[in-house]
Structure formats: structure tokens, C-alpha cells
């Protein structure tokens, strides 16, 4: 849940917070002015998808699928850092850099087969650095270029998984035959 | 974003791999920001018989590589000399503005390529490229 300009605050019995608006008085004197309505209709509908989610647990379900595609690219892509801890993660979350190829080319080549990723490379953005999270993270820059991030939803199957590592497995391969790196010099 | 052109070739480039016994290697561009070109060439009689590339880089990068050996393939040393990253820009039906240094790139690296060559047979010519 992260809608913009609204959100839910819990007041333990006893706490008398200062408000941050005054005014009208509006939301017991705690956010005076006039109520943000859509968004607190909106915070309503977001609270109860949240509710539903965490009764179909949906969360364990997505971290299997997404511990499956980390072990299957790992296993089956040499080469492969995966950037960030491997379980204390988000539940929909998986990143990597590979080795010797640039981000960009990949993102563009899983697009091709229906695959929808992002890059750190700076390749993919005006700029000329990339991505300052893996770079704080001690990943080298030419290394850092050839990130990936996948993230899962709660309709993704293992079939998707299989489809992804498929198809990225080769991709890397093919992005890496055309790379100068990897390989003895002549 | 790319053009038609830039994305076959990006998918489907052409002259990739190196020549073992290549007689000019140039190899241009940084891997820390992301491009780095190397182009081999094959040379007979003044003209460049055989060419290949390898490129770590973004898709612009590749197609761009692939496009400037398809240029220069045949080409005398001469002729090769004079294909600019505005040509090979152009045979791609135009690339974004932050990807015009991917075309430098290569024009960058055929250049090196030839330079690499004549160090090799010991011949002057060197001062005048590049």
C-alpha cells in the first residue's frame, strides 16, 4: 500500500500528539482542513486487498516462487551475483547482476519474449552511472551494469518461473557470446 | 525508443566474434560506464577482407557494432577511414540523443583497428588518424 497523501495512524490510549495542521479541527484536531475523501476511500479499499491477501497467503505462496526463481538462476546461470540477502527479503522480490553483460540489452531482449524487468544500468536512464544502491553496496561499476530485478505477483505460477530462467538462460548466454569479457584475450 | 533498424540488429547482429589471427585489434570505450567495443580486422590488399566484433554495452551499442562492420567489410583502409558515427548513426535511421555515443564508439573503434594495424606491420601513418 502506498498511496500518495494519505494514511492510517494508530494513537496507543493515554498519547496526546501535537497536530501537525490547524485549523477547522477536522479529523479530531489532529489534521485540520477539509478531508481528503477519494484518498481515504482509496486507504479503505487498499486495507481490505491487504486483509485478503494475508488470509490467502498469498505472501508465502509468491516467496516460494520467488525462492524458486532465485535457486534456478543461480544454479543454472554461472556467473550470477544475487544482490541484496537471500531470504530477508521482500516476498516479490528478486535482483542479480551477471557478469560481463550490460542490463539494458537484457531488459530489452526478455521484453521480446513477453518478459517485463528492470535495469540499474545506466544505460537505460540518461544518466552515466549506475544504480548507487549497488554501487553502496561494494558491487563494481562494469559489474553493476548488468543488473537485473524481477519482481513477482500474487497471479504468477511456476510455469512463469520456468518460462523466466528458460529464456533468461539463454539470454545471458547469447548477450555474453557477443561480449569481449568472460573470455581469454586472443 | 530505437528505430526498426537498431532493433534487428540489436537482436540479430551481424560479424559477431573475434579473429584469432586477426592483423588489427582496436578496442575502445570503458566498462565502467557501460561500453566497451572491440573490433577485429582481417586485412589483404589494402582492404579489409574479414571483420568481426565484440561488445559489452547497451542495444544501441550492439546494433551500432554490428552496423559499422557491415560499412567497412570490403572496404580499403582508406575508405574504411572515412566512415563517420554520423554515417553509422544514419544507416541505423537515427539513434536517441543519449545514445549518439555509441556511434563514436564505433567509428572510434574501426579507427583503432586500422591505427593497431599499421603499429603492427611498423608502417607510419599513425600520426594521421585518429
New interface residues.
Partial sequence: MDQKGVGALYIRKGLKPTPLIHGGGQERGLRSGTENVAGIVGLGAAASLAKRRIENKDEERVKKLRDKLIDGILDRIPETILTGHRYNRLPFHASFCFK???G??LI??LD?VGIGASTG????S?K?E?SHVLLAMGIP??VA?GSLRLTLGKDNTEEDIDYVIENLEKMVSELR?????GKKD? | MYTEKVMELFMNPRNVGRIEDADGIGKVGNPVCGDVMKIYIKVKDGRIEDIKFETFGCAAAIATSSMVTEMVKGKTLEEALKVTNKDVAEALGGLPPHKLHCSLLAEEGIKAAIEDYYRRRGKDGNGSLG
Fill in positions: 560481463y553483460i550490460e539494458e540489452s530489452l531482449r521480446a544500468s545506466a544505460c537505460s540518461a552515466l549506475p561499476h562494469e551494469h557470446r557477443i561480449s569481449p569479457y586472443v
